[in-house]
């Protein structure tokens, strides 16, 4: 009997040697989303894939081995988005040299370790926006990231430009802040931002606009 199971299981995993049954892959993608996942799917991945999606599931936690135990070391591209993620182990990431893209928006993260992405040398842009309940606490960098370029807030319900938050971003050229409850940039406090060129307000309802930051980013 188990010489029957350990047979078929060999067989299965042949056949689908480079593949999580329950997802869809070819030879550089995995494409999980759409099956109310709670957990990243197990199986073996081929080893070649760059984009990984389990967007649009139910994982509420990533956590320290959940790519690493999969083998999956190449991505690219990782798609978390509209999921219930509350929370990200500080070293689920880490060992992803050639990761440039990471969505984890409509999640419900209220925070992220601050090192999450710190080890991250191709690291591009991440998207947030979506997330509800984040709290970018003031004085207290949110992120750090020599590489960052781009950054996704819209729709975070912020009440104020998370300047301080931001300031480890060391390499933001866009944040995108559209659709927040920003009313005023009276908390800025004399921070510069000298990479960031572009900052998108849109459908805030501002009020004033400091000076400073007008004439520190002539560009904008
Ligand atoms: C894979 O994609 C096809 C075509 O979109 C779809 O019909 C099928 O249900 C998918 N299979 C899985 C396991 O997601
Ligand atoms: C995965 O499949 C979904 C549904 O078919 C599609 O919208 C999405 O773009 C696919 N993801 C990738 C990375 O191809
Ligand atoms: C997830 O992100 C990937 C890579 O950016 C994208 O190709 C894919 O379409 C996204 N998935 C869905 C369902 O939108
Ligand atoms: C970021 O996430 C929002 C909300 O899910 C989505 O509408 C937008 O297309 C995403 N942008 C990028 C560049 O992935």
Known sequence: MLKYVIIIALATNLFNAECPTICNCTANVANCTYKNLRFFPVGKYSKTITVLD????????????????RYIIHLTHLN??????????????????????????GNNIITLPPDVLKYLPQLKCLNLSNNKKLKLTDGYPFLISDTLEVLYLEHCDLVHIPFKAIMKLKNLKVLYLSNNKIRNIHDYSGITLNSLIDLDLSGNSLQSLRKEIISSHDDL
Request: glycine residues 4%; charged residues 25%; proline residues 0%.
């Open 54 to 69: 389990v967007s649009y599931n139910n994982l509420e936690t990533i956590e320290k081995l959940d790519l690493r135990n």
């Open 80 to 105: 978390l988005s509209n999921n219930a993620i509350i929370k990200i182990d500080g070293n689920s990431f880490i060992g992803q040299r050639n990761l440039q893209e990471v969505d984890l928006s």
